[in-house]
């Protein structure tokens, strides 16, 4: 939650301290200027103007985080394997080895430039290949209004699991590891903290947008604006402090977007969701009726620009420190999503109907693999702890498509003997028809014209060495 202007200062030394200690979080470029300032200790010697004295002193430091594990893994295409099954299957093993680097230079207190890129197995044959994650440049004007230019992070929304209000990240938010960072266009983002409260521009673009970033113009700009309202509730046994945002997205070739959200503690319980209307549908669905490609009957498919359509996410966490627990709940109403149980299998039909007839060209592969069902739900709950050893936890995580009836269930337990290893044993539970959404994104596609379904996954993951340096 934001406080009043007058903590600004504060608020910056703080953010400067902290930025000595650990990475800092580059896509909370709002939380520089937004942190609760920390009162000292009664003993702490007063200090005249210490964000002056920590901004003004230039630094420079780099940094990173290594990702590594591997793991192996049984997949069945039975839910439940019987007999001979058990023996008779391709175990499959996976590496997932990455690493992280950052800088974070601040010649001046008004001047701050930030840089990461980002290495991952398997690597390309030439050296030094690393991807550019983050590049942008942090300034200001006379500490009223916030600029950051550069490629950078820019995701919108409070849902966990769905990404229904964040028109502007490149990546896709994986629900099995949903704080993850997630890579964002090059842009322009200015804030101006007002009082409590916050407004923001945002001006960026992506290769999406355009046939190449070389060739862009204005009109090829994604706009954003956003406001964050602070709501500050008496001390009370019920409610806890609310934000509210507003904000709306455009760019011409996506349908225009008004997002709102509310995030508010009710007896102990976060409650939060995003709203969104789009101005029409951003890609071609399915329409009733057949038409033939090549000899093939497949359903047409259009796109509805003059359309109104209401998505929505309705989410609650909690957490109790005394037991280690935490859980969180979603539900996601899609409004461009599907009522029809059959439409995931007749989008796969028209893909590879347009596949052999080379036309149409309205299905990718990334379409398959989408939430396409209207109803959807996600659950995550874990446990730190278990049998008062801290070495020992546990986790349950479930997704579902109401409409096409699919969903995964994925139990795991954790032990980690000592710092910097772990063992986790754990078992993906896949249920719906063959061609369902979640059969489809938890295939073993090596040829996508005929992927191997896996419905009982059992997995062993070992994590060696991973952290941050």
């Not at 059969?439 to 060495?465: C, E, H, M, W």
Request: glycine share 10%; proline share 5%; with cysteine.
């Amino acid at each position: 939650m934001r406080k009043a202007r007058a903590a600004l200062a504060a608020s910056l030394a703080l953010a400067a301290c902290l930025s000595w200690a650990e990475e800092p979080e580059a896509e909370n470029f709002d939380d520089l200027f937004g942190q609760e300032p920390v009162a000292a200790p009664a003993e702490a010697k007063t200090v005249e103007n210490p964000e002056a004295k920590v901004l003004e002193d230039a630094s420079f430091r780099w940094g990173g985080e290594l990702t590594s594990d591997a793991e192996l893994s049984l997949p069945y295409g039975r839910l439940l394997p019987s007999g001979s099954e058990w023996t008779e299957v391709d175990n499959r093993i996976g590496y997932d080895l990455g690493a992280k680097l950052f800088f974070d230079s601040r010649p001046d207190r008004n001047y701050r430039v930030y840089g990461s890129g980002v290495a991952d197995y398997p690597f390309e044959k030439e050296a030094g290949k690393v991807r550019v994650f983050e590049l942008f440049a942090d300034f200001n004007w006379k500490e009223k209004a916030f600029f950051r230019f550069g490629k950078q992070t820019m995701g919108w929304g409070l849902s966990r699991f769905y990404q229904v209000a964040d028109p502007m990240t490149l990546g896709a938010k994986d629900p099995q590891d949903p704080t993850k960072e997630l890579e964002g266009p090059v842009g322009l983002k200015a804030s101006l903290p007002i009082g409590s409260h916050g407004l923001y521009a945002y001006v960026l673009t992506k290769e999406s947008f355009t046939e190449g970033l070389s060739s862009a113009g204005l009109g090829d700009l994604g706009y954003g604006l956003k406001g964050e309202y602070f709501v500050a509730v008496p001390a009370n046994k019920v409610f806890s402090d609310a934000e509210l945002t507003a904000a709306y997205f455009y760019q011409r070739k996506l349908a225009p977007k008004a997002i709102a959200g509310i995030s508010i503690g009710v007896l102990g319980v976060q409650l939060f969701s995003d709203q969104v209307l789009s101005f029409g549908a951003d890609g071609y669905t399915l329409d009733s009726g057949v038409e033939y490609l090549g000899y093939v009957p497949v359903r047409p498919m259009s796109k509805d620009e003059d359309r109104l359509y209401y998505s929505a996410t309705a989410g609650a966490s909690y957490t109790n420190t005394d037991a280690h627990l935490t859980v969180y709940a979603e539900y996601f109403y899609n409004g461009q999503g599907s009522t029809d149980p059959e439409y995931t299998s007749d989008l796969v039909a028209r893909y590879f109907a347009e596949s052999v007839a080379e036309s149409g060209g309205y299905v990718s592969a990334s379409d398959l693999f989408a939430y396409n069902g209207a109803h959807n739900t996600g659950f995550s709950a874990s446990l730190s702890e278990l049998f008062g050893s801290d070495k020992l936890s546990c986790s349950l995580f479930w997704m579902a498509n109401w409409v096409d009836r699919s969903g995964m269930v994925v139990p795991s337990f954790s032990w980690a003997p000592w710092k910097r290893f772990s063992v986790t044993l754990g078992t993906k539970m896949i249920y719906g028809p063959d061609d369902s959404e979640f059969i489809l994104k938890n295939a073993i596609v090596d040829d996508l014209a005929s992927p191997t379904i896996v419905r009982f996954q059992p997995y062993l993951k070992l994590y060696f060495g991973a952290g941050k340096f």
